[in-house]
């Protein structure tokens, strides 16, 4: 039995046993008290065995009632008889008043099967309970990793082919263009496997990601990355911050214009982790509670299954400036 160890349940037979016994004992000899406590003990056990074993999950539990309430009625009928000639037989003597023996016996039969029937129902509750848990544990972790691994196909397909062209073109930037992808799947296949990474490690990636989407541009890329306080002791859920950055490019003006920029800044605390992704966006870009799409959804699901409520993720929009303002516990 789940949760009813064989040390629990021979410790309460032995306690139920003695008590018995020390009870018994002004009426009988020892051995006659130990004698008839052993088989009225076996009568308790017999109708505890079969609540808990037999009659709580065949019948209470799957909600047939009358059958229950039937083999219940018969069960306690049979003990109270058993228990009765065993009252009579080793006190050597007629019970004087047997209709308040009976009720005696009626009332510990129930009390014992009563007791059986809570414990099944209440262990059963925990074990549903517990089952219903690991279930959402792991629906959550799937969900997680189904989340961790949307980073948009269609910048890796971008990337391959702006390094297509480069190996045609003999570009010096080639290589390192290759070694920064590398660098990148490395991360996304590997450390992201685990809940936390540092947070350097991130920002590692981070630097690649960047590197990676500058080859879609002529000119420079306009990004500007500040941290504080990050050292290997900070630990965070991982590809958060490559689909905020993700985002910031998608929305932003850069390619169009020439003051165009990204800033991201990550501030540690003792407490927080405090990040800020800010860029420049055109005036025809969509309200502020549709920008993002994907990618912050994304983030924000991510967020509620790994920290619950003690998040907070602002997203302001003022026309041609937009920011992401997140706050997430230090672990």
């Known amino acids: 039995m789940k949760n009813f160890s064989l040390i629990q349940q021979v410790g309460f037979w032995f306690f139920l046993l003695f008590s018995m016994i020390m009870?018994?004992?002004g009426e009988l000899t020892l051995a006659g008290a130990v004698q008839r406590s052993l088989i009225m003990g076996a009568a308790y056990a017999?109708?505890?065995y079969i609540c808990f074993l037999?009659?709580?999950?065949l019948y209470f539990e799957r909600k047939r009632y009358t059958e229950f309430i039937l083999y219940m009625l018969l069960m306690h009928a049979v003990i109270a008889f058993l228990r009765f000639n065993i009252d009579t037989t080793?006190?050597?003597?007629?019970v004087d008043k047997p209709y308040k023996k009976l009720i005696v016996i009626i009332v510990t039969n129930l009390t014992?099967?009563?007791?059986?029937v809570m414990l099944r129902l209440s262990l059963s509750r925990l074990d549903y309970e517990r089952k219903y848990i690991e279930k959402e544990k792991e629906q959550i972790s799937t969900e997680l990793q189904l989340l961790k691994s949307q980073i948009h196909p269609h910048f890796l397909f971008n990337t391959l082919n702006n390094l297509y062209t480069l190996i045609?073109?003999?570009?010096d930037k080639a290589a390192d263009a290759l070694m920064r992808l590398s660098d990148l799947l490395r991360y996304l296949l590997y450390e992201c496997e685990q809940s936390k990474v540092r947070l350097r490690k991130e920002m590692d990636a981070l630097r690649s990601f960047i590197a990676l989407h500058q080859l879609k541009y002529e000119k420079p890329v306009h990004v500007i990355l500040t941290e504080q306080n990050v050292d290997d002791n900070v630990m965070i859920e991982p590809m958060l911050l490559i689909p905020l950055i993700e985002n910031a490019f998608k929305y932003s003006d850069i390619g169009i214009n020439e003051g165009a920029y990204i800033k991201l800044e990550v501030i540690v605390s003792e407490r927080h982790i405090n990040i800020e992704i800010s860029n420049t966006t055109e005036r025809q870009q969509p309200p502020a509670n549709d920008i993002g799409g994907i990618g912050?959804?994304?983030?924000?699901?991510?967020?509620?299954l790994s920290y619950g409520a003690s998040f907070s993720l602002d997203i302001s929009?003022?026309?041609n400036f937009f920011t992401v303002r997140l706050q997430i516990p230090r672990v």
């Open 317 to 319: 929009d003022l026309g």
């Open 54 to 57: 037999v009659l709580t999950p």
């Open 168 to 171: 045609l073109q003999r570009s």
């Open 112 to 116: 014992v099967s009563s007791f059986s």
């Open 296 to 304: 912050l959804r994304n983030v924000r699901r991510r967020l509620e």
């Open 46 to 48: 017999i109708n505890f």
């Open 23 to 25: 009870i018994t004992q």
């Open 90 to 94: 080793f006190l050597h003597r007629l």
